[in-house]
């Protein structure tokens, strides 16, 4: 007797075999094909099933590994290819093998390749007609000029490199870049980037810093801007330079001196529709001074430590009951505070209600605290308004680039 899934057709278990893939690390279609015959011919008539071309650190033999890839190619037809390259081992045949089907890359990464891969990489005239997603970790020697040959469909860029190895002489791969990552480059270097890129919408920077130079100012149209675990001395005359009087979304990580925010959110007056502040060094008044300026918010994010004292703040965010006009932020739609809930729950609750309807989603989150009152959210949840508590914080308030939500 056969069983449901034997029933299933031809499209639909291809359908299931290609969200496994995506789903679960696990799920390899050299896996899938193994199971039984029936799977097998469906994995094999899958073209796309093959196209995920994932090198890292592969613990095989050189030999076995460059059937195994010549066998995935071969698999995959001619559809478009996602790579992973981290080979710790100074082998170039892999290697060889992926660049003789470049005009089928869609995404690549290349990381921390060895000399002779370098050199290979280096020598390469292959062209790249439908590759839309680059990422290049920890390359050493690399001329990125010679590698970033004309890249007609190049989109997004995550570059992790060595500082002053971002040439300001070439214009691609910049000119139709819309999301660009740069890992441990130099103020002076971010902000050539923003000059070459006039598309380019969304852009973070992590693990930057200054040394030394004069910087250009510069204005960009970028709408989503992350800065993370940057120095003082890079965020300041990064901040200091830049002009962004379309962005919508600011997303600040581990600033320890807020000094340059207020000014640079002073000369801009973007029109920010989310603002995550993570890390950073406010006081109360500080922090409604900057909500101020940015009273156009439909989403704020705040994570302060626990120990902050946040009843000013949770005044401030009251509508009085004799207006319905906000004084603070009167466009929010969802709020989500992690730590600094030391507030008295009757002031916390009535800023709520005040806030119902409008505010449509609230995350709370401190560590500690043991009285949150969940039948007094009740009435709210009712009302329309979805509520989260939790007495630990999210798992990771920044999540990597290619979770991040695309700002329109």
């Not at 970033?148 to 190895?165: D, K, M, V």
Request: proline letters at 6%; glycine letters at 4%; aromatic letters at 6%.
């Amino acid at each position: 007797m056969e069983s449901i899934i034997q029933r299933l057709p031809v499209e639909i278990l291809s359908e299931i075999f290609l969200h496994c893939r995506e789903d679960h690390e696990g799920c390899r279609p050299r896996l899938v094909a193994t199971i039984c015959r029936g799977w097998r011919d469906v994995a094999l008539s899958t073209s796309q099933l093959w196209s995920c071309i994932d090198l890292d650190e592969e613990e095989i033999r050189e030999d076995s590994l460059c059937s195994l890839l010549e066998l995935q190619l071969e698999r995959s037809g001619q559809v478009p290819l996602s790579i992973v390259f981290c080979e710790p081992r100074n082998i170039v045949s892999t290697l060889q093998l992926l660049l003789a089907v470049t005009h089928r890359w869609h995404s690549v990464s290349l990381a921390c390749p060895r000399p002779n891969q370098v050199e290979l990489l280096r020598d390469s005239t292959h062209s790249f007609p439908i590759l839309k997603r680059m990422d290049i970790r920890y390359v050493e020697e690399l001329d990125l000029e010679k590698l970033f040959q004309p890249h007609p469909q190049l989109h997004e860029l995550i570059l992790r490199t060595q500082p002053g190895s971002i040439s300001a002489t070439f214009v691609e791969p910049w000119s139709k870049l819309s999301k660009c990552c740069l890992r441990g480059c130099l103020a002076v270097d971010a902000l050539n980037i923003l000059r070459l890129a006039p598309q380019l919408r969304e852009l973070w920077v992590e693990y930057c810093y200054w040394a030394g130079g004069a910087c250009s100012r510069t204005t960009s149209t970028l709408r989503s801007l992350t800065i993370s675990n940057c120095s003082n001395k890079f965020k300041q005359n990064f901040l200091r330079n830049l002009v962004v009087p379309e962005l919508q979304e600011l997303v600040l990580d581990d600033f320890t001196d807020n000094n340059h925010i207020v000014p640079f959110l002073t000369a801009c007056c973007p029109p920010l529709h989310r603002l995550s502040l993570t890390n950073v060094v406010l006081t109360e008044a500080e922090l409604i001074a900057i909500l101020r300026l940015v009273n156009t918010l439909a989403h704020l994010e705040l994570s302060w430590p626990s120990d902050v004292h946040s009843s000013a703040f949770i005044e401030a965010m009251t509508i009085p009951s004799n207006t319905r006009r906000p004084r603070l932020l009167p466009d929010l739609r969802a709020l989500s505070i992690t730590g600094g809930l030391s507030c008295r729950n009757d002031v916390l609750l009535t800023m709520l209600q005040s806030r119902c309807p409008g505010l449509e989603r609230v995350e709370l989150y401190y560590a500690g605290r043991t009285f949150f009152f969940h039948t007094a959210f009740d009435q709210l949840r009712k009302d329309g308004m979805k509520i989260d508590v939790l007495l630990d914080g999210p798992i990771d308030p920044f999540a990597p680039m290619e979770g991040r939500r695309d700002v329109q």
